[in-house]
């Protein structure tokens, strides 16, 4: 089994930062991407950040130049560093994983989610 726990979220100013953490557990031979998605009310839930196992970053326009992704792959952890945050950041951040087990193909995971709130 495998679970995704996310940490970091909470309430912040605009101009603010916050770091997000997500760490993998259970049964994990390796993780291809990993990344980030966000779910704003009454809103579909959209890409964030993506992180290849290799380190490449890709970003949604809106996050560009505010947001970093980046990954530990010895904690099976990943983490997004947001900084000048706006009020339009707020959302539930979900936590996303590919993760290849014992068998010969990754699969999707999610996190819970963790709440973000950008006051202005």
């Known amino acids: 089994q495998v679970q995704l726990v996310e940490s970091g979220g909470g309430l912040v100013q605009a101009g603010g930062s916050l770091r997000l953490s997500c760490a993998a557990s259970?049964?994990?031979?390796?993780?291809?991407?990993m990344g980030w998605y966000r779910q704003a009310p009454g809103k579909q839930r959209d890409l964030v950040a993506v992180?290849?196992?290799?380190?490449?970053?890709n970003y949604a326009d809106s996050v560009k130049g505010r947001f970093t992704i980046s990954r530990d792959n010895a904690k099976n952890t990943v983490y997004l560093q947001m900084n000048s945050l706006k009020p339009e950041d707020t959302a539930v951040y979900y936590c996303?994983?590919?993760?290849?087990?014992?068998?010969?193909?990754?699969?999707?995971?999610w996190g819970r989610g963790t709440q973000v709130t950008v006051s202005s």
């Open positions: 996303y994983a590919n993760i290849k087990g014992w068998g010969r193909q990754g699969y999707d995971y």
């Open positions: 259970g049964i994990i031979f390796s993780i291809n991407a």
């Open positions: 992180i290849t196992s290799g380190g490449s970053g």
